[in-house]
């Protein structure tokens, strides 16, 4: 397979309602779209999931445009690749920049695997027709996160998920278990807490949460180990988590019992299904965790989390719980609490080019 050009779509799309966390409100989703071009004329479509400033991770899209434009497309255009899985070899060189290496490693997994007439859960082995559907709660006040909740638990979500910081932490948690008793409940801190908080953290034992996520610092696995030694809840880490040795150094210190794969974080597709292995030998549970993704970076998700060892729901919710109108059809859909595994080519979904055009802001062509 030969790449003959890649063009790059730079889109702002609204969400239907802000989306809290304690390091920032997220109101306008800024996004970059792949489009990768074969001999054949076929498309490929990748996403990356950096965000407009740096509170996630060091990417922005200013970054990664940058990144991708300069540096890693000229090392994709017009060389042959026989399989994705020789993408990160070609973008060895350049140093981290993960969420834009992973969409355009994406874009290349969505056109082979359309030249090759396999779904791209199939590509990746996965095994589940369907998936379980979780989802994110944001930090607003109490009676306001209580009724997002009800409606999720309504819609079938089987997992939710809520965010949390000091001051804003054990008190919404109570009230969620009054109401919730029994709910599959998780709490993600965004790194808000230090391990001076040790004893405040531990009072989090008494809610029965599946996890506790990224309590600490975004590039620790340390502190985290000595935190879960004192905690009876599982540690998730997810930002300190950005490649498979991270993991695999996470896992022999004890810093986590559960881990949180996202694709763009780790670079793509391929270290993605290295993590899902090393996890599964070990007996690690895993979950695919959420970007604010429009449906292009949602369908790669839903390919990823088909494979076994995803054996907790994900951050994947239905379309229409982040916007008005996607930038795919059909939108992604959940019911009864599950997600069909597209069957089709590559993602399984086309994308909307109305609708892409209407979210654009710019593109640009490489052909070179």
Same mark, same amino acid.
């Given at each position: ?5 890649? %063009? ?51 990417? %922005? ?9 300069? =540096?890693?497309?000229?090392?994709? !255009?017009?060389?042959? !690749? ?11 060189? /350049? #140093? ?5 290496? +992973? ?94 908080? !040790? ?7 008494? =809610? ?37 040795? $991270? ?15 996202? /694709? ?7 270290? +993605? ?29 839903? +390919? ?13 919710? +239905?379309?229409? #719980?982040?916007?008005? #109108? $996607?930038?795919?059809?059909?939108? /992604?859909? /959940? ?25 654009? !802001?710019?593109?640009?062509? =490489? %052909?070179?």
């Amino acid at each position: 397979m030969i790449l003959c050009q890649v %063009t790059l779509h730079h889109v702002r799309m609204t969400l239907k309602t802000p989306f809290a966390n304690s390091l920032t409100t997220v109101t306008d989703r800024e996004l970059i779209l792949v489009e990768a071009e074969d001999e054949a004329g076929r498309s490929g479509w990748g996403e990356c999931v950096a965000f407009s400033s740096p509170w996630y991770t060091e990417e %922005t899209i200013g970054t990664a445009w940058h990144v991708m434009k300069d =540096f890693l497309i000229p090392r994709l !255009l017009h060389t042959p !690749l026989q399989h994705p899985g020789e993408v990160p070899e070609r973008f060895r060189p /350049v #140093r981290r920049h993960p969420m834009a290496k +992973a969409a355009l490693e994406g874009a290349v997994w969505d056109l082979w695997c359309k030249a090759q007439g396999l779904s791209l859960a199939g590509a990746l082995g996965g095994t589940r027709a369907r998936i379980e559907a979780g989802v994110a709660v944001g930090a607003a006040d109490p009676d306001c996160m209580l009724e997002t909740i009800r409606q999720r638990v309504e819609e079938g979500y089987r997992r939710v998920k809520v965010k949390v910081k000091p001051g804003a932490d054990v008190e919404v948690l109570e009230r969620i278990r009054e109401v919730f008793p029994e709910l599959p409940l998780m709490a993600d801190a965004n790194s808000a807490y230090t391990l001076k908080d !040790l004893e405040h953290l531990k009072r989090m034992d008494t =809610f029965n949460l599946l996890m506790i996520e990224q309590p600490l610092a975004a590039d620790d696995i340390v502190d985290h180990a000595r935190l879960q030694a004192e905690l009876a809840t599982p540690i998730c880490l997810d930002e300190s988590l950005q490649s498979f040795e $991270d993991v695999r150094k996470a896992l022999e210190l004890g810093s986590c019992r559960i881990v949180n794969v996202k /694709v763009g974080r780790v670079g793509g597709l391929t270290e +993605a299904k290295r993590i899902h292995d090393l996890c599964q030998t070990k007996g690690i549970p895993l979950w695919c965790g959420g970007m604010l993704e429009s449906g292009i970076a949602r369908a790669h998700n839903i +390919a990823l989390a088909s494979l076994e060892g995803f054996n907790l729901p994900g951050d994947i919710s +239905a379309s229409n #719980r982040y916007w008005e #109108r $996607d930038l795919i059809h059909p939108e /992604v859909t /959940v019911e009864e609490g599950r997600i069909a595994v597209p069957e089709g080519p590559g993602i399984g979904f086309e994308v909307d080019r109305e609708r892409l055009q209407a979210a654009s !802001l710019y593109s640009q062509v =490489f %052909t070179c």
